[in-house]
Every structure is written in C-alpha cells, then in structure tokens.
C-alpha cells in the first residue's frame, strides 16, 4: 500500500494551525529495534541490570526515539524532505510502557523564505514533558 500525501499549499498555512500524533505504549522490542536502526547500544537502553546499577529503575528509551517520533509528526504533515532545521532539547526519560503524545504548531509564516517555523513538543500520557523542539519547514509555493 502506498501512502499519498496531498500537497499543503502556502496560501492553506496559517499561523496557529496544529497537528497531534500519539504513538506507544512504547515497548522493550521497540527500544531494542531502535538501538539496532540507531547503531547506539548503551546498555541503559536495553540491559536491565546494567540500567538498576546505573540508578535507573529499568532500561528507559534513547532521547531521539523521542525525537524521531516528533519528526515523524512535522514530516507527515508537511512531507518527507521539507525539514530544514530540527533543534531539540530533552526534559525527561520515556520508559516502556509510556505513550509519546506529540503536538506541533505553527507559530510563524516566513514569506521571503517560503518557510514556517514550528514549534513541538512530546510528553508521556501524565502529561510530563519529555522533549520541546523548533523546527523550520520549507514550503513549495
């Protein structure tokens, strides 16, 4: 099956506009299938006694699973190749059994660059913050 986007056109944009995506409950598999796509194998990701003698409670998620999950959310919005700019900032461990809850919005249309700015953030199902990002988004006029 092939999925069809359709094309967001500029005059459609506005400030303001908003798009949610909620993904999980996240899993062990999941974490162990990110560190193999990922290449990051820090044992605090997957290694339950490793993560208990590390402080933990048990292996958390790595961040950019978090961050991965909020990019999914703008480049299903706006399309695969659009993302110019993604900085993020992480605020709290995702653990198994959390579902990553992402809200992205517009916060400004930037005409002579036929972009927008976009501001996004994840948290769990407490409503915690997990992570907050900025990003910029380039717009085919």
Known sequence: MTFVRE???????????????????????DL??????????????HDEIYSIRSGFDKPFAHGMLQGGILSRLIT??????????????????????????????????????NSIEIEAEATNANNVLLIKALAKVEIKK
Not at 32 to 45: I, L, T
Request: charged residues 30%; proline residues 4%.
């Open 7 to 29: 094309e967001i056109l500029w005059e459609k944009i506005n400030e303001g506009d908003e798009k949610e995506l909620s993904v999980g409950p996240i899993t062990r598999t």
């Open 76 to 113: 299903d919005w706006f399309g695969v190749g659009t993302l110019r700019y993604f900085r993020l900032r992480f605020s709290a461990q995702t653990w198994p059994g959390d579902t990553i809850n992402c809200k992205a919005k517009i916060i400004k249309k930037i005409e002579e660059e």
């Open 32 to 45: 162990v299938k990110y560190a193999g796509a990922s290449g990051d194998f820090n044992p605090n990701h």
